[in-house]
């Protein structure tokens, strides 16, 4: 914090500086007054002398003085929604000014689902996002750019491998077994849950819409619960002569080894390798004693052999499995149009090496458009992209960690195995596993715009996805699976399509220039299918072909599934204003699922807003502080369909079944179908605000929500004696409280200008009620940590989503005397041991005794809020900008607290810590408030540094734009871990995270 202040304060130092150093040179004073084309008085205005960074701003009165050395120089006047003006000054001492309100900003419009509104007119809560928000940050797919950008969205990069998808959440979690993911829709096409749209490239959006609450996302009905993402893509122009564009991107990705948490030094490792078991109480015998190990068949040297360096191995594993990788990213775009057609054309390469050996990435993008005009009243467009992806994946991280004490390769060139049972050594698994997948996906869309009459217009159009990926996957003999199974290889296919089909009428007209009413109605059909199919072989002769001859192992595993459903809509919405202040929105969406059965195969989510521009009244109109005023309300319901095609159905199927002792397969029901089931459905009401200072220079929306979700789909478990482990049912409720704010503010304006925006997020959720899993203990959520032999997450009626379940431990036993009187047995009261805390027993209060009694809530691992910050400085041509993203108050469970160099705190004799337990092997750890961590953070994110070249500098070249970019640049935590941002509250240990450096370039001509 201390590096900050300095930081700020030789800021304010040198715009001190510069602004005494100018005045010193300056002579002829300039006076005037600066108002708004309706005489309105506009204050804050700023008046910069043309070439420097001489400037004043006018006052609350509109005037302003300045004095410049140039009185023949030339007057910027720049204002927020306001066209600059330059005036030369011709020695003139007074200058008024009259500004021209930008009709570019005003009428800025926002996509909205099946139509568009301006801004100024939304009743919803809607964030929107340009593409000059979007283009230079360095990205592997589109989810990544609305970390910290948009407040109420949460965005969590869970993994640093090449492809990997992220976790997108509006508003907080509001299912159990369905989808908590945003809906994505790409140019009125929907692709399904956001988290992972790696078909589409970054640099083809020009905008995306974030439909939070119901009101704006209840159009899109029953996948509208989790809000909506609209995506526009970049279109042609009319009346523009061809446009080339071309962006590249080279960036170098760097692992951070002081993150990794190692015991690197050979001496180090091999006694706390004795330690572990010499402590262990099932009388273990050290390894590290210059001996074979029996099991094994291993020497492994003595600690004097190792300390003398006769023994000669010292392997540093990040060297030999990390790498610094390179990405290359590169965009070519064509984009132009003459009266009646405007069209564009984009192609990207996307190549990223992973920081990890064997892990490669690529993605390549074709996007083509055409909108023909016609007539005067019909106008068509197509909408064409391609993508193809190559995903090598053969580590995930395991390896690094491995003792230097072994070599990567033996004498004679083989990989070196610490025994026949060491089927991890990381540089084999990379260069022979085979674990790569092309994925190939198509969509095209066609629409029809006919204006049938004055104000009423009709859009028809009709779309496809169309989806096909093949895996190939490989084990050889050198592996644990391959050596089981004598070789393991499989085939994995995938093809799926979606057919689209809508058709909506929109009548817009004002009467009386008062009453603006805009009326939508229409019909969507949209049809799935997808077909899977594993082929897999066990048993080889040899590993020569890898999974190409399939048909020549000797067990052969054939699974093949079909899916198909349909969703079929009437949507409609009403629009109302009157007199550009007062506003009313009603929606609604009637969907019929094929997922549901018939007795509930339907669901209507209605939604309605209305909306209040205070600043459009006459008791505002004598001050010109406030900008924009707007106050807004909304409430709506919306659904949620993400369960299995065929859940409510009885299904038959092979199963295996005990007759005796033998286990046998057979043919019968395996899921016990409920035609009753439902729609889960989300409620949501949102109180809003929107304001605005000094003609929009200061903006503010700030908003409060309740989100209720309600017959959760989930499975419940049935007992043995119904034949069937589980079935569908609607049961539950789950309560999302919050609040929300983004600021942004030109804090400077004119030849330096200075830029800056936030965003705050709150959300507070209850699990309501799931039921009598939700009593006791709680229902176990997660995976099931091994060393614990325990799942850390439960949902509990009345308790936060995903809540830490566990004991509560009071420092470290330092005598066995201590450890009985504790209530511990065993091992657990031995010195060293964690004094975990008796806090209840049977009759609920302390029973003297240990047990699953005494667990109780020791952490959330849901934050307390989320914030963004950005901040933005130009000057001439060069232009500096930085991202920060934080998340606070989240709890981790640091299941790899104890390990590489962390463990060197441990307890002993002659350390009697009673912060650390002692290194033992054979513990059972059970989940504590002693592993779980402060996971808040604070990361800088991106900081960019760029020089536009002059556009007369080189003939023929529009812009030519340098930059530097850093990712990830540093992380302000306590978390001990390799990095706080996690996905549901546990640290697994994660492919590593990384900094990059990229250096880009952007020409147009």
Same mark, same amino acid.
């Given at each position: 914090?201390?590096?900050? %202040? ?51 701003? &006018? ?5 302003y ?16 929604g ?40 939304? #009743? ?12 230079? @940050? ?17 965005? @969590? ?12 959440? +509006? ?23 956001? =988290?992972?749209l790696?078909?589409l ?5 020009? &905008?995306?819409?974030?439909?939070k ?54 001496l @180090? ?13 099932r ?7 210059g ?17 003398n =360096? &006769? ?12 790498r610094? &990788? ?26 990223? %090496? ?16 055409l ?6 009243k ?21 390896? +690094? ?41 198509l ?26 990926a ?19 290889g ?41 077909? %899977? ?25 054939f ?34 699922s ?33 900008? #924009? ?6 409430? =709506? ?9 065929y ?12 007759? =005796?002792?033998?286990?046998v ?7 016990? /179908?409920?035609p ?71 804090v ?37 940590i ?6 850390? #997450? ?16 009071? /420092? ?13 047995? /065993? ?30 809530? +020791? ?10 910050f950005?901040t933005?400085?130009e ?8 991202q ?37 092997g ?42 530097v ?24 240990? #994660? ?15």
């Amino acid at each position: 914090m201390n590096k900050i %202040k300095v930081i700020f304060k030789l800021s304010l130092f040198t715009l001190f500086f510069i602004g005494t150093s100018s005045a010193m040179a300056q002579n002829h004073q300039v006076a005037g007054e600066v108002r708004g084309e309706n005489g309105e008085i506009l204050p804050g205005v700023n008046v910069v002398l043309k070439g420097t960074t001489n400037g004043v701003a &006018s006052d609350f009165d509109g005037n302003y003085s300045i004095s410049v050395n140039d009185a023949q120089g030339v007057l910027v006047f720049s204002y927020i929604g306001y066209v600059n003006q330059e005036i030369q000054i011709n020695g003139n001492a007074t200058i008024s000014v009259i500004l021209e309100e930008d009709q570019q900003l005003l009428n800025e419009v926002v996509v909205i689902g099946y139509g568009a509104v301006k801004k100024s007119d939304l #009743t919803g809560s809607v964030a929107s996002l340009k593409a000059d928000n979007l283009e230079e @940050t360095p990205a592997s797919s589109v989810d990544a750019l609305l970390q910290g950008k948009i407040a109420g969205v949460q965005v @969590t990069q869970t993994s640093g491998e090449p492809g990997e998808g992220v976790a997108v959440r +509006i508003r907080g979690l509001s299912s159990r077994e369905g989808s908590n993911s945003p809906l994505y829709v790409v140019d009125g096409f929907p692709y399904g849950d956001a =988290g992972n749209l790696k078909q589409l490239n970054p640099n083809d959006i020009a &905008s995306m819409e974030v439909l939070k609450d119901a009101s704006a996302a209840a159009i899109y009905g029953s996948r509208g619960a989790n809000g909506v993402i609209i995506i526009t893509t970049k279109s042609g122009k009319n009346n523009q002569k061809a446009k080339f564009k071309i962006t590249s991107q080279t960036g170098v990705q760097i692992v951070d080894h002081d993150r990794l948490n190692l015991i690197s030094d050979p001496l @180090t490792f091999a006694s706390i390798s004795n330690e572990v078991r010499i402590n262990d109480t099932r009388n273990v015998t050290p390894l590290y004693i210059g001996a074979v190990d029996q099991s094994t068949g291993v020497y492994y040297p003595s600690l004097v052999e190792i300390a003398n =360096g &006769s023994w000669g191995i010292n392997t540093y594993w990040p060297d030999v499995i990390l790498r610094e &990788s390179v990405t290359q990213n590169v965009n070519l775009s064509i984009a132009g149009g003459d009266e009646n057609t405007a069209y564009s054309v984009s192609g990207n390469i996307f190549d990223q %090496k992973g920081v990890l050996i064997g892990n490669d990435y690529q993605n390549f993008t074709f996007r083509g458009k055409l909108d023909q005009k016609v007539s005067g009243k019909f106008k068509y467009g197509t909408n064409l992209a391609l993508s193809y992806i190559k995903r090598n994946k053969t580590l995930s991280g395991a390896g +690094i960690g491995r003792s230097p004490l072994i070599p990567v390769y033996n004498e004679d060139g083989t990989y070196y195995t610490n025994g026949a049972g060491d089927f991890y050594n990381p540089v084999m698994l990379a260069n022979e596993v085979t674990d790569i997948s092309n994925e190939y996906d198509l969509n095209a869309l066609a629409y029809i715009d006919w204006d049938i009459m004055e104000n009423l217009k009709l859009r028809a159009q009709s779309g496809i996805n169309l989806g096909h990926a093949i895996g190939d996957y490989y084990e050889p003999r050198t592996t644990s699976s391959g050596n089981i199974f004598n070789g393991l290889g499989e085939i994995n296919n995938y093809t799926g399509y979606t057919f689209l089909n809508e058709t909506y009428l929109t009548y817009k007209k004002t009467f009386n220039d008062k009453h603006a009413v805009s009326v939508m109605g229409g019909y969507s059909s949209e049809q799935r299918q997808v077909r %899977k199919s594993k082929l897999r072989g066990e048993g080889f002769v040899n590993d020569a072909l890898g999974n190409e001859n399939l048909n020549s192992a000797t067990t052969r595993i054939f699974e093949n599934s079909l899916v198909k459903q349909v969703l079929q809509s009437f949507i409609s919405r009403i629009t109302y204003g009157f007199d550009d202040r007062y506003l009313l929105t009603l929606s609604g969406r009637y969907d019929g699922s094929s997922k549901f059965g018939a007795l509930d195969k339907y669901g209507f989510f209605p939604s309605g807003a209305i909306a209040w521009k205070v600043h459009n009244e006459n008791f505002m109109a004598d001050q010109n502080i406030v900008s #924009t005023l707007k106050l807004r309300t909304s409430f =709506g319901y919306s659904g949620n369909q993400a369960i299995d095609a065929y859940a409510t159905l009885n299904q038959y199927g092979q199963r295996k079944y005990f007759v =005796g002792e033998v286990l046998v397969s057979g043919y019968g029901p395996y899921q016990n /179908g409920n035609p009753a089931l439902k729609w889960e459905t989300t409620s949501q009401l949102d109180f809003g605000l929107d304001l605005g200072f000094l003609n929009n220079r200061i903006t503010l929306t700030a908003d409060y929500y309740r989100k209720e979700s309600t017959d959760l789909l989930r499975k419940k478990n049935l007992p043995y004696s119904s034949g069937f482990d589980d079935v569908w049912i609607n049961g539950g409720e789950i309560l999302n409280t919050g609040y929300e704010a983004s600021i942004d503010a030109a804090v400077l304006t004119g030849e330096f200008k200075w830029n800056v925006s936030g965003t705050f997020s709150h959300n507070e959720n209850e699990v309501v009620d799931i039921g009598e899993e939700g009593t006791g203990d709680g229902l176990r959520t997660g995976s099931e940590i091994e060393s614990f032999r325990d799942y850390p #997450t439960r949902w509990r009626n009345g308790e936060p989503m995903n809540i830490i379940v566990g004991y509560k431990v009071d /420092g470290i036993i330092q005598t066995l005397a201590e450890g009985q009187e504790a209530g511990l047995v /065993g091992d657990e009261a031995m010195p060293g041991e964690f004094k975990y805390v008796d806090i209840s027993g049977p009759d609920g209060v302390p029973d003297g005794v240990v047990n699953e009694l005494d667990r109780t809530i +020791i952490g959330n691992t849901q934050p307390d809020f989320t914030i963004g910050f950005n901040t933005e400085f130009e000057y001439k041509n060069f232009d500096l900008s930085a991202q920060f993203y934080g998340s606070i108050g989240n709890d981790i469970v640091a299941i790899k607290k104890f390990e590489g160099q962390r463990s060197l705190n441990r307890w002993t004799v002659d350390n009697r810590t009673n912060e650390w337990p002692s290194l033992r092997g054979g513990r059972l750890n059970k989940i504590s408030d002693w592993w779980v961590e402060d996971g808040s953070f604070l990361r800088i994110s991106n900081v960019t540094l760029g020089y536009n070249l002059p556009s007369r500098a080189i003939s023929g070249i529009e812009n030519l734009r340098i930059y530097v970019t850093g990712t990830n640049l540093h992380t302000f935590t306590d978390f001990s871990g390799a990095d706080p941002e996690i996905e549901g509250g546990v640290d697994y240990g #994660t492919y590593p995270k990384y900094k990059t450096f990229t250096l880009g370039l952007n020409l147009t001509f």
